[in-house]
């Protein structure tokens, strides 16, 4: 696999899985994707209440706590800065759509190089378009990182034919709700917002912590019409973290009061498991 540097599954290095395993079949599963500085993963206790919380959501045997704290600590130790995916899926189980009645789980840990060019773009800010596809509602699965991710591969095959480096995606209802593989916070009339995604997109571990952290942020459902007007923007995961956009939809905004929210966050993920 390009740029991946270690793979281990179900405690043993290797990169080959059952050709049956339910991830495989049905994206039975889910996923989360972390940053690895100087041996330590970044918010990994949120990573990890997200990944037990969603195989509890989905009915996901799930490796315990410990284990999974245990694992990836002793994986993440040999890296001064990478990027660590863990995957949960229901093992192999057959055809069909149900799972054995006494089924257990596949954990696999990847880690990639780190992008370099994050850090570049953050000084400069991303250019921000609007994409043409929307995303569907799906309250039964909204907020988890599944690993259907189909939806986003379609986003990115857009992305690659356009200029701009990411692309603000809304759903069917005409709501705006994140980028392609980020979330969306803005600066609209001096106050940071961000969208409700309670129908649509990921609550990701990086939002999460910036909504911590800023507790006052508001949190509404936007149309593009409503975000016409913002003063500034940016885009956030775990493995970028805050990225400031600097041209939305072809009109420059400002990237300062990003930098105060970004210098703010990577101040906080030093000091957070």
């Known amino acids: ?40 993963i970044q918010y990994l206790m949120a990573h990890i209440e997200r990944l037990l919380l969603g195989c509890e959501k989905l009915g996901i045997a799930a490796p315990s706590q410990a284990d999974l704290i245990k694992q990836l600590t002793s994986v993440a130790k040999n890296y001064s800065l990478a990027v660590l995916k863990v995957i949960i899926t229901a093992n192999s189980g057959g055809r069909g759509y149900a799972r054995a009645k006494h089924h257990d789980h596949d954990l696999i840990i990847m880690v990639h190089d780190y992008p370099a060019h994050y850090d570049v773009l953050a000084s400069t800010g991303i250019t921000l378009g609007i994409s043409t596809q929307q995303l569907g509602l799906n309250p039964m699965l909204a907020g988890l990182k599944h690993l259907n991710r189909l939806e986003q591969v379609l986003l990115r095959q857009e992305l690659s034919s356009r200029s701009e480096d990411d692309l603000l995606v809304t759903n069917i209802e005409k709501k705006v709700i994140e980028a392609t593989s980020a979330n969306v916070f803005f600066f609209l009339e001096g106050k940071l917002q961000t969208p409700d995604i309670s129908q649509s997109g ?15 942020t508001i ?19 775990c493995v970028m973290g805050v990225m400031p956009v600097s041209s939305f939809n072809g009109k420059a905004l400002s990237v300062a009061p990003v930098q105060n929210v970004r210098d703010s966050m990577n101040n906080g993920a030093k000091n957070h498991d």
């Open 219 to 237: 949190i509404k459902s936007f149309t593009l019409e409503d975000i016409a007007k913002v003063q500034a923007m940016f885009v956030c995961n």
């Open 202 to 216: 990921v609550n990701g571990v990086m939002r999460q912590a910036i909504l911590q952290r800023y507790p006052a």
């Open 1 to 40: 696999m390009k740029n991946m540097k270690f793979c281990l599954v179900n405690g043993i290095q290797q990169s080959h899985i059952d050709i049956d395993n339910r991830g495989l079949a049905y994206g039975d599963g889910l996923f989360t994707t972390a940053k690895i500085q100087a041996g330590h």
